[in-house]
């Protein structure tokens, strides 16, 4: 079957036939503790054979000899086949019968386990056409797509794309960790094929410390949220909250508290200083990247061609081009960091200005980042900690089958962690990250990060501040194509022409200089909002003809969707979007999008095999709503235990520090009055 590309067919099936004689008497030689068990599931099944060939009634077939090998039966029938023969539905994904495999466990003299071995296959070494298979011919655009693997060095990835295989086995225990299986499956392929894992269902490993530490920090937090809920109920039917309602450690406890942060998420009062209609956007934005990955887990399954196919129709962008969702997300985020740095109410005339102490004042930009790493790092960094105890511990069917290879995500955690702490993880290989959806925090921070030296330009003057804006957009633009021309890179990460290619996603898809364009649109909308607002820019109320003109060029160009809709242009669209019902959907977003990629392993563990992939609208239905539900579910945990009481806990600071400082402030104003008076002639050498 295998053969080099400088080898007819004949000499290379006696080749591969004397190799694989070879290599046989070699396996029967070893005595590693796999190959002993191997051999003596092996041996029993021929003595169970040989017993049966002289049966002569069904009462024979219960000789001891056929019963003692029913264990290596059931092993044997565990082992993957391809789920139709159907060159349409040709999969490398070969699943078997896990429930069978896992019956075995209580007759096997060994202990044994259902694993999906990870093969590579170097296809430039195959020749099918000289068996009379035309496989490209039923391949999506009639080519194999190009992968990008990360072999070119000669190892073996498990990753996602058509050169890797996985096969279902019903293997001993002993058999994971043995390494002799890959050197034997290399030589007897001359090289064609190349083990990279046999993953196995299970726990990867024993509990670690880190296990109890990070399981003791959650009991820790949702002991002291239930204490908080029950003091705060108590202080409330005993009417006593007003005797210490004063008192900080008061105040700390409480923002762990379960009923006021529920009445928080759940709302509906509506903010005046506000953008009401961000709440519906965030919300279909996440449910547009739940889709997308979705789609993705979906895909790695024992059909994968279906999924490119459904990859080649035009409205098949709607899932999977996904980008602009997440681009969403990004002029969302520097609309907001504009709209509260440019907005400043007076409480004389109720008018939005700019502070212009605020913006030269270091204190106020010192605040700028610490309240936002503040904000988002303990819910973060705590959830990866969920994710690194618990990930190695759900390995179910699914899990052991796909490409997406959580334990090796786990172990780049261990590693790498401090990458995500200081929100650069987005700078390392795709396959070296931690969680993989943590690029997108730490884009949104770096682009955070560099918002203000465009928000002084723009305050200082409103066309230094737009050609600034311009200026980076235009360098966004350079930089992306001479990368997708220099590396020749596809426009999407997965098509029928790419499949997986990492250069794509590590070059283009997850660095800021990609995703600052919707930022710097989202700083100009909000700016524009503030000065709408303040009264600068007048803006007359639009006809109903103009409205529905407006969304449609909106809907084509996909550039002002937020500020079109912004309250002072009235239509049923913006009704909509500004209903309250969506403030605590947007209020869980973050949380939601934390959880999202963990909730979809758990969904999909529940299966017993690998993902089997129908449609995109299937996929939609069956695991997208299931898993945005489970998201919101998990969000609304997690922000009541990590993300509401931190945030609480941080104003709580800054009030009392400036409370402090104002007291200060006070008491030298106090004493210089003092000394004025008990010194006149200084006083008036001073004056």
Known sequence: MFQHENVSSPAADNSSSDTAIKTYFKVTKLETPCFRDIKRAYTDVLIAALTAQKCRTLLCLREEKIANASYAMKMLASIGRPHSLDLDEISLTWAGDAHLCRSVKASAPFPVAYCFAHVHIDWRKVDLASYGLDLIAHLPGGKIPDVEDGTTDGSCSRMMGVSNARIALCLPASCQEDKDLGRILSRSTNGTARLCEIACEGPKKEKSVLFYVFNSILVVLLSIALISFLLDYL??????????????????????????????????????????????????????????????????????????????????????????????????????????????????????????????????????????????????????????????????????????????????????????????????????MCYPISWFLAVDMQLYCIAPFFLIAIFYSSRSGIISMVGGALLSFGTIISLTAHYDLPVMTTTTKSVGNLAYTN???????????????????????????NGTVAIRTPKTCTIILGWLISAILALTVIFSVYDYVRGPVSSILSHPLWHPLGRLSYCAFLCHWFMLHLLMNIGDGPAHFVSLWHTYLTVTIPVVFMSYVFAYVWSCLMELPFSHIEGIALERIAQRRSAQKKAGKLNTHQRMEMCPYNSTLSG
């Not at 279909?284 to 739940?290: G, K, L, P």
């Not at 660095?511 to 909000?526: D, E, F, M, Q, S």
């Open 507 to 533: 070059l283009i898809y997850m660095k800021p200089w990609t995703r600052i364009t919707p930022y710097l649109v989202g700083i100009l909308c909000g700016y524009m909002i503030a000065r709408v607002r």
């Open 235 to 432: 202080a409330i039917r005993a009417m006593k909250e007003e005797n210490i309602k004063d008192k900080t450690s008061w105040h700390m406890l409480m923002a762990f508290s379960i009923r006021r942060n529920t009445s928080q998420i759940f709302s509906l009062r509506k903010d005046p200083q506000s953008i009401p209609c961000l709440d519906a956007i965030r919300f279909i934005s996440f449910t547009w990247v739940a889709a997308l990955h979705s789609d993705v887990f979906a895909a790695d399954g024992d059909n994968g061609l279906q999924y490119l196919r459904e990859s080649d129709y035009i409205f098949s962008s709607i899932f999977l081009n996904a980008c602009p969702s997440v681009d969403t997300f990004f002029l969302i985020s520097g609309l907001l960091v504009a709209h509260s740095f440019f907005k400043k109410v007076d409480d004389v005339t109720g008018k939005i200005h700019v502070n212009p102490a605020s913006a030269y004042s270091p204190a106020y930009w010192v605040k700028y980042y610490v309240h936002r790493w503040i904000r988002l790092t303990p819910a973060y960094l705590l959830f990866i900690a969920v994710y690194i105890a618990w990930t190695p511990r759900l390995l179910g069917a699914w899990a052991i089958s796909t490409a997406q290879n959580s334990t090796l995500f786990v172990e780049n955690c261990l590693n790498n962690w401090w990458m995500n702490a200081l929100y650069v993880s987005n700078f390392a290989d795709v396959t070296a």
